[in-house]
T-cell receptor, first 114, second 115 residues
Framework: AQKVTQAQTEISVVEKEDVTLDCVYE???????LFWYKQPPSGELVFLIR??????QNEISGRYSWNFQKSTSSFNFTITASQVVDSAVYFC???????????FGQGTRLTINP | EAGVAQSPRYKIIEKRQSVAFWCNPI?????LYWYQQILGQGPKLLIQ????????DSQLPKDRFSAERLKGVDSTLKIQPAKLEDSAVYLC?????????????FGPGTRLLVL
């Protein structure tokens, strides 16, 4: 069975600090896909990134970066120079090949204080 | 391009009453999903449609929940009768197709409170 663990339930930092959200996954599939979503207070899940299991290149998008390591089954998310607008719940999710459902972690509530 | 639309945004009902939620996916998206998100948890898939056929409803409590997507576009999720534990946010999502590699795009959700 597939499983996603986000061990950090809540994180609180001061604006401009860097923060890393951890995600550890379990799967027996050789091909799988990892996702990060942001859920602001409005409630809508906003897609941030998708990663294929065969592409271990790290990715950077502005202040956001993602570190994918198959050896440790981790897909961590770093926000550099955090801003108050980054405050939200962040979810890591996993799916396999075929018509497989998306399995979400429990989420990490990130609070950026001014 | 318009995103996933859902209505209503909020609903308060008494237990044992019935309630229905509506979802309109992104145009051209063949796959539609309904998720239940209980406070403090990640979304859990209830049902997945590919066009108007059901792909996965293994976690749908079929004694009280039903869903349909008659013309392969809009979908309705119904709860009858509602229980206190059904209080949650119901999220609709859509994707181009049903493959695991497809990105799912979510609507704003319907917050249900059962009293």
């Amino acid at each position: 069975a597939q499983k996603v663990t986000q061990a950090q339930t809540e994180i609180s930092v001061v604006e401009k600090e860097d923060v890393t959200l951890d995600c550890v996954y379990e799967t027996r599939d050789t091909t799988y896909y990892l996702f990060w979503y942001k859920q602001p207070p409005s409630g809508e899940l906003v897609f941030l990134i998708r990663r294929n299991s065969f592409d271990e290149q790290n990715e950077i998008s502005g202040r956001y970066s993602w570190n994918f390591q198959k050896s440790t089954s981790s897909f961590n998310f770093t926000i550099t120079a955090s801003q108050v607008v980054d405050s939200a719940v962040y979810f890591c999710a996993l799916s396999g090949q075929g018509a497989q459902k998306l399995v979400f972690g429990q989420g990490t509530r990130l609070t950026i204080n001014p | 391009e318009a995103g996933v639309a859902q209505s209503p945004r909020y609903k308060i009902i008494e237990k044992r009453q019935s309630v229905a939620f509506w979802c309109n996916p992104i145009s051209g998206h063949a796959t539609l999903y309904w998720y239940q998100q209980i406070l403090g948890q990640g979304p859990k898939l209830l049902i997945q449609f590919q066009n108007n056929g059901v792909v996965d409803d293994s976690q749908l409590p079929k004694d009280r929940f039903s869903a349909e997507r008659l013309k392969g576009v809009d979908s309705t999720l119904k709860i009858q009768p509602a229980k206190l534990e059904d209080s949650a946010v119901y999220l609709c999502a859509s994707s181009l197709s049903s493959g695991g590699e497809e990105t799912q795009y979510f609507g704003p959700g319907t917050r249900l409170l059962v009293l």
